[in-house]
């Protein structure tokens, strides 16, 4: 599995395959989640580094109470048709790129997303880009 920014790191060392290939992710069920990650910021992820809420600013019950996948506009693609629809909504992902797996393809995208969607892709950190930050998020 090629989680996060190791996966730029070692990419390299699996045989690249179709980004038309990764249409579902393999490791999260983002639209009924039974586990979360919770980050030293608050932040509340169904996936290291995709933002449902932070706990500082709303209740955890609060935030999976209200949390719905369709409206999250990461969440939705991945949920719908996986990486590879979250890049084509959203890049110019060429689909024949090669990618070691799902993860490594949804990394590079949501990489690529970082400034368009800053609530919802945080902490930066996860992402190799670090700054202040500050509990509040």
Not at 7 to 20: D, K, M, N
Not at 38 to 57: A, M, T
Not at 75 to 104: I, K, N, S, W
Not at 107 to 132: E, H, I, M, S, T
Request: proline share 7%.
């Amino acid at each position: 599995m090629f989680r996060g920014r190791a996966a730029e790191q070692l990419a390299g060392l699996a045989p690249g395959q179709r980004a038309v290939l990764f249409d579902r992710c393999p490791h999260e069920d983002l639209v009924r989640p039974e586990r979360v990650h919770l980050d030293p910021f608050g932040h509340v992820h169904v996936c290291q580094g995709i933002c449902i809420g932070n706990v500082w600013k709303n209740p955890l019950s609060e935030i999976m109470a209200v949390y719905d996948a369709d409206s999250h506009p990461v969440c939705g693609p991945l949920a719908r048709g996986g990486p590879f629809m979250l890049a084509q909504m959203y890049t110019d992902v060429d689909e024949y790129d090669g990618y070691a797996d799902a993860c490594h393809l949804c990394y590079c995208v949501r990489l690529a997303l970082l400034d368009r969607f800053p609530d919802y892709l945080q902490p930066r950190q996860v992402y190799g880009q670090f700054k202040n930050e500050n509990i509040t998020g």
